[in-house]
C-alpha cells in the first residue's frame, strides 16, 4: 500500500509550504513560503504566509524545508556498510597510482548506506575513492536513491562522471605502503610520486597536442597511458583536482603542488585549516571541511576542533561540509548531524545550511541543476518538523528530482 | 583580554602546567573543600529522582550535597558561597558506563593502546586500572562533556576482556580515580570481536566456542568456590587443620562474580548473542549489564522479564561490521516500551565522550521519553554499576557530582558550561584551555584563532 502510494507520486505535482522555507536562493530566508514541483523540477517559488495551494498539486507541509542537501565529498556507495572485503570498493591499494579507476565502476546504489544517507536529506553526493593511495583515482557525482526508489543505475544516477581526481596526502598512503616497504614510506615520497606524475601527464598531454597539431601520420601516434591520459585531464586543468589532507604542513604541501602545476583545486577534510586559513584564502582555494565527530583516528586528525567550519568560513574561504571515508563503526557519518556540530559551534544556523546546499553546489560546478530551490533547478526537497540542526527534529521526506524517495514511518 | 593573552602562554610554556590546571582550575571559589559551603541558586534544577524544580537551590559542602529544594524553601547556611545559576540547567554528573578513556588515549597510536590483550580469550586476571593513563586528554574532554563517574574497560576482543574500573575523572593517579569501595565490575564479550582469533587458526572462530569458553571459566570458578567456601566454613567452625586451596588471581575474580560482588558487562549486538549471554547468566546466576545491545530490542521482553538492562551505543549510521547492520536509533524507544532500563554510554572511541548528551537526545528522536533518556546518562546507568547511592541523582547525602548547562540538556545548541566532581570543579567552559578540550584543538592553543562570536 505504503509502496503504490509512493511511485504514483514518482510523476505528481507537489505544493511544498513552510514555516521556514529556506530556498539558499538570492533573498531573505526562514520566512513561510510554497514551492511548486512539477514534472521533476523546481516550477516556483513563492515567499510570505497563507499562500493558497493550486489545484492539481499534492500539498506538503513541513515546519522547515531546505534544498536537498550536498555531501561534497564521501565514500558512501563505494565502501560498504558490512565492512568486508566483499563490499569494500574504495580502496585500490595495489599501486600508489590509480589515476585511471574510477568510482563509476564501483558504486552500488543497492547499499544499505546509499539509502541511509538519503534519509537524512542528502539527494546529491561526490563519491570519492578512499584515503589509502597518493593518486587514488576518478570521483563523480551522483543522486541519491532512497529506500523508496526503485532501481536506478550508475549513470542514470549521474551528475557527473569523473568529477574529480582524488589526491591523498599524509599519514594514510604511507602507513598503507611503507608497512610493506614500498613506496611511498614518508611524506616526501608521497609528494614527489604526485609531481612525477602530473610532470609526465603534462609531457604526455604535450606529445597529444603536437601529434594533433601536426597532423602528423597514425604511425607516429603516441603511445595510449590510461593513467597518464586521466591526469593529463588535470594537469590541463579540465578535471578538478581535489587533495584529501589533515595536518596543517600537508595542506601546504597541497597548496605548493596545486601552484606549481596551476591546477583547478581544492582541498578535503582540512583537519587543521584553521592553523593555516590566510595560507588557505590567499591560495585562493576552496574547502571541503571534514567530519567533527569522527574518533581520533590518528596523529593527523587530532588536532581536529569542532569550530573548524566557523573558522575557515569567517576567513573568507568557500566551504563546503563532507562526511569523508570511515574505517569502522559507525561506517558512515551522516551530513546533518556533523553540520550540526559545526552551526553549533560558530558557524550559525544559515551559514551552516549554505555549506551543504548552495555553496556545496557552487564549489562542485553543479548549481545550475542543485543546490537552492529555484524556478528550474532539480526539485531536490526536505521536509523537517522543526530545526533541521536540532538532534530531536525529524526529516518528514526527501524528494529527489521531484520523486518522494524517503518518507517518515514508511 | 590581556590577562587570558599571559596564562594562555604560561600554559603552554609550562608543558606540565595543562595538568595542574585540570586540578586547580584558576578563579574563585572553585571548590568547597575546607568546609566551605557552596550554593547554586536559580537554576532549573533536574535532581532525576524527584520532579525538576524550575528555580532551585543546590547546596553542597565536604563534597557531598547538603540539600535540594526550591528557591526560598531552602536554608541557605551563613557564610555560604553563593553563585547566581539564573536561566541554567543543573542536572547530576553523567554517568558512562562504557568507555575506553585512559585504556585507548588520544591520539591513537599502537604503542600506547591497551585495550585487548590478544593473547588469549580468557583473561579475568587483568585489571582495567593497570593500564589506565590519568593524563589522557580523553579524560578531560570527557568533563568537558559533563561526564563524572565511568566505567573504563578492557576492549571487546577476548571473551572474558578482564575487569573494568569505575571511576571518577579526577586526580592525576588511578588511585585517586577508583571509586573507593568498588572492584569494578567484568568485561565480557561476544559476537563478531572475540572471533577475530579465528582468523589467526585459534579458538574461538565460532561464536558457538565463544559461548563454551565463557561456560568453562564460569564452571571452573565455581568448582574453586565451593573449595574456598568449604575452607572458609571450616575455619570458621574453628578447624585449625583446615588447608587454604591454591589462590588463583583469575578466579578470585569471577568467583566474585558467582558471589554477586561483580557484574558482568557484556558487549553484544546481534539478537541471538543476546539471548547468549542470558543463557549465560541464567546458567550460573550471575548479574549481568547488555552493552551496546544493537538489536536487543528484538528480544526486549525476554531482558525486560529477567530485569537486566541495556546501556546502549548510540552511533550515527549502520554498519562497520557485520553485526551492527541493523542499528536504528528507534531501539532504546522500543525498549522502553518493553519495560527495560536503558543507559546511554559512548564506548569512546567510538562514540565522544563530548557527546554523551547528544546520544540521550538521538534516542529521542528515535521515540523514547525525554525522561527516560535523561535518567539513561544519571540514575538507570549508575545502577547497572552498583553506585547509585553515590551518583546518579541530585540528593543530600549524595557525592557532588553535576553539571550545570547553557540550556536544554537534549538540544544541539546547549553548551556544558561547568562540571563539577564531589565538590571541585574540573571544566569551565570559560576557562580558556577548559574551552579547548570542549571544542578540540588543545595542543595549539598559542594558534588557536579566535572566532568571531567567541564561540561560547
Known amino acids: ?410 | 583580554m590581556q590577562r587570558t593573552k599571559v596564562v594562555l602562554m604560561a600554559a603552554v610554556c609550562l608543558g606540565a602546567a595543562l595538568r595542574i590546571a585540570f586540578l586547580s582550575p584558576m578563579g574563585v571559589a572553585q571548590t568547597d573543600h575546607d568546609n566551605n559551603v557552596l550554593v547554586f541558586e536559580g537554576g532549573r534544577i533536574l535532581s532525576i529522582t524527584s520532579p525538576p524544580i524550575e528555580h532551585g537551590v543546590l547546596v553542597i559542602k565536604g563534597g557531598k550535597i547538603v540539600a535540594v529544594g526550591e528557591q526560598g524553601k531552602v536554608q541557605i547556611p551563613a557564610g555560604a558561597t553563593v553563585r547566581d545559576v539564573t536561566g541554567k540547567i543543573v542536572m547530576p554528573g553523567i554517568v558512562d558506563s562504557h568507555s575506553h578513556i585512559g585504556i585507548d588515549p588520544n591520539p591513537t597510536v599502537s604503542d600506547s593502546q591497551d585495550a585487548n590483550e590478544g593473547s588469549g580469550p580468557i583473561q579475568p586476571a587483568l585489571r582495567a586500572l593497570d593500564a589506565i593513563d590519568p593524563a589522557d586528554p580523553n579524560i578531560r574532554m570527557a568533563t568537558a562533556g559533563g561526564i563524572t563517574t565511568a566505567n573504563i574497560m578492557p576492549g571487546s576482543g577476548n571473551v572474558m576482556g578482564g575487569q573494568t574500573a569505575y571511576v571518577k575523572l579526577r586526580g592525576t593517579t588511578i588511585e585517586q580515580m577508583l571509586i573507593p569501595g568498588t572492584i569494578g565490575g567484568m568485561k565480557m564479550a561476544n559476537g563478531t570481536n572475540p572471533k577475530g582469533y579465528g582468523t589467526r587458526g585459534q579458538a574461538p572462530m565460532t561464536r558457538m566456542e565463544e559461548a563454551a569458553l565463557a561456560r568453562g571459566i564460569f564452571e571452573k570458578a565455581q568448582e574453586y568456590k565451593t573449595k574456598w567456601d568449604a575452607y572458609n566454613k571450616a575455619i570458621a567452625a574453628g578447624d585449625k587443620t583446615a588447608k587454604a586451596p591454591d589462590r588463583d588471581l583469575g578466579l578470585d575474580a569471577v568467583a566474585q562474580i558467582l558471589d554477586g560482588k561483580r557484574i558482568v558487562h557484556n558487549h553484544t549486538h546481534r539478537a541471538d548473542d543476546v539471548m547468549t549471554v542470558i543463557r549465560l547468566a541464567d546458567e550460573s546466576h550471575y548479574r549481568v549489564v547488555v552493552h551496546h545491545g544493537t538489536e536487543s530490542c528484538d528480544v526486549a521482553d525476554e531482558l525486560a522479564k529477567r530485569h537486566i538492562g541495556v546501556t546502549f551505543t548510540m552511533i550515527d549510521a549502520p554498519g562497520g561490521k557485520p553485526e551492527t547492520i541493523n542499528f536504528s536509533i528507534s531501539c532504546p524507544a522500543r525498549l522502553e516500551k518493553a519495560g527495560v532500563k536503558v543507559a546511554f554510554n559512548t564506548d569512546d572511541p567510538i562514540t565522544n565522550s563530548r557527546l554523551l548528551l547528544r546520544s540521550a537526545a538521538l534516542a529521542v528522536r528515535g521515540g523514547m521519553s525525554e525522561d527516560a533518556a535523561i535518567k539513561g546518562l544519571t540514575i538507570y546507568p549508575a545502577e547497572m554499576l552498583d553506585l547509585q547511592s553515590r551518583v546518579g541523582s541530585l540528593e543530600p547525602g549524595k557525592d557532588a557530582d553535576f553539571i550545570v548547562l547553557s540550556g536544554a540538556p537534549l538540544s544541539v545548541y546547549t553548551k556544558v558550561l561547568e562540571t563539577w566532581i564531589e565538590g571541585e570543579k574540573v571544566f569551565d567552559r570559560s576557562n580558556p584551555i577548559d574551552l579547548r578540550y570542549a571544542t578540540g584543538g588543545f595542543n595549539v592553543i598559542s594558534r588557536y584563532p579566535p572566532l568571531q562570536g567567541g564561540g561560547q
Open chain 1, 1 to 410: 500500500m505504503a509502496l503504490a502510494v509512493v511511485l504514483s507520486a514518482h510523476a505528481q505535482n507537489f505544493a511544498v509550504t513552510a514555516e521556514h522555507l529556506y530556498t539558499m536562493d538570492a533573498g531573505p530566508q526562514g520566512g513561510p513560503g510554497l514551492v511548486l514541483i512539477r514534472a521533476g523540477k523546481i516550477e516556483d517559488v513563492q515567499m510570505g504566509a497563507g499562500i493558497a495551494v493550486p489545484n492539481g498539486y499534492q500539498a506538503i507541509h513541513g515546519a522547515y524545508v531546505t534544498p536537498g542537501l550536498i555531501d561534497a565529498y564521501t565514500s558512501t556507495g563505494v565502501s560498504g556498510a558490512y565492512n568486508i572485503p566483499a563490499d569494500q570498493d574504495q580502496d585500490e591499494s595495489t599501486d600508489p597510482n590509480t589515476a585511471d579507476v574510477n568510482v563509476r565502476d564501483s558504486l552500488n546504489p543497492e547499499d544499505k548506506l546509499y539509502q541511509y544517507v538519503n534519509a537524512y536529506g542528502v539527494t546529491t553526493m561526490q563519491v570519492t575513492p578512499g584515503p589509502r593511495n597518493p593518486i587514488a583515482g576518478a570521483a563523480g557525482i551522483f543522486k541519491t536513491a532512497g529506500p523508496n526508489s526503485p532501481f536506478r543505475t550508475v549513470d542514470e544516477l549521474a551528475v557527473r562522471l569523473s568529477s574529480a581526481m582524488v589526491f591523498n596526502l599524509g599519514d594514510t598512503p604511507k602507513e598503507t605502503y611503507g608497512s610493506n616497504h614500498k613506496a611511498p614510506v614518508t611524506r616526501m615520497k608521497t609528494a614527489e610520486m604526485i609531481r612525477e606524475a602530473l610532470l609526465q601527464a603534462r609531457q604526455y598531454q604535450e606529445k597529444w597536442d603536437r601529434w594533433k597539431e601536426e597532423k602528423s601520420d597514425p604511425g607516429k601516434r603516441p603511445a595510449l597511458d590510461v593513467k597518464l591520459a586521466a591526469l593529463a585531464g588535470v594537469v590541463s586543468g579540465k578535471t578538478p583536482a581535489i587533495f584529501n589532507v589533515y595536518r596543517a604542513d600537508d595542506i601546504d604541501t597541497a597548496i605548493r603542488i596545486g601552484t606549481e602545476f596551476h591546477l583547478k583545486y581544492m582541498l578535503a577534510s582540512v583537519t587543521e585549516g584553521y592553523l593555516i586559513r590566510d595560507k588557505i584564502r590567499q591560495a585562493g582555494v576552496p574547502c571541503l571541511v571534514g567530519a567533527v565527530m569522527q574518533p581520533f583516528e590518528d596523529l593527523q586528525t587530532s588536532n581536529a576542533t569542532y569550530e573548524n567550519a566557523a573558522l575557515l568560513q569567517q576567513a573568507g574561504i568557500p566551504i563546503a561540509i563532507m562526511t569523508g571515508y570511515v574505517g569502522y563503526v559507525p561506517k558512515s557519518r551522516v551530513l546533518l548531524f556533523e553540520t550540526a556540530i559545526a552551526a553549533a559551534n560558530g558557524l550559525g544556523v544559515e551559514p551552516a545550511l549554505r555549506a551543504i546546499t548552495i555553496s556545496a553546489a557552487k564549489i562542485l560546478g553543479i548549481d545550475d541543476k542543485t543546490g537552492s530551490l529555484a524556478k528550474g533547478k532539480d526539485a531536490d526537497v526536505v521536509v523537517f518538523d522543526g530545526d533541521p540542526f536540532e538532534y530531536t527534529s525529524h526529516v518528514q521526506q526527501v524528494m529527489v528530482q521531484g520523486e518522494v524517495t524517503y518518507q517518515r514511518g514508511q
